[in-house]
């Protein structure tokens, strides 16, 4: 089978209610965004993220073969509830500048990397 890079899986759930919203408490969550552009970035822990606003492509770099069907390009954007999984290392693809609502999932705090 596909070896471990498949655990790097990006779900997206487009327009999840408002009853979901308020239960997981995403107004409360910390919030985030950047203009359009290019961004290199690495999960250090899980994410989960509401876009308020924005579209984005995001493109994994979990995989070392040459071929780009390897790696399976997500898009999502304003209105989408996304779970960023540990580990991933990606691009993102900003078309339209983001806000979003955060959350990490992680037991122990850990600095970020930006190498």
């Not at 919030?31 to 493109?59: H, I, M, N, S």
């Not at 994994?60 to 989408?80: I, L, R, W």
């Not at 540990?86 to 190498?115: E, M, N, Q, R």
């Amino acid at each position: 089978m596909a070896g471990e890079s498949s655990n790097l899986r990006i779900t997206v759930q487009s327009n999840p209610s408002e009853s979901q919203l308020s239960e997981l408490g995403i107004k409360s969550w910390p919030k985030w965004g950047c203009p359009p552009g290019k961004y290199e970035l690495k999960f250090d822990a899980q994410e989960t993220c509401y876009l308020v606003r924005g579209r984005v492509k995001v493109y994994p770099k979990n995989s070392d073969q040459q071929s780009p069907a390897a790696a399976e390009v997500v898009e999502f954007g304003a209105g989408d509830l996304v779970v960023l999984p540990k580990g991933l290392s990606c691009t993102w693809d900003v078309s339209i500048a983001v806000d979003k609502h955060y959350k990490f999932h992680a037991s122990s705090p850990s600095s970020s990397s930006s190498s």
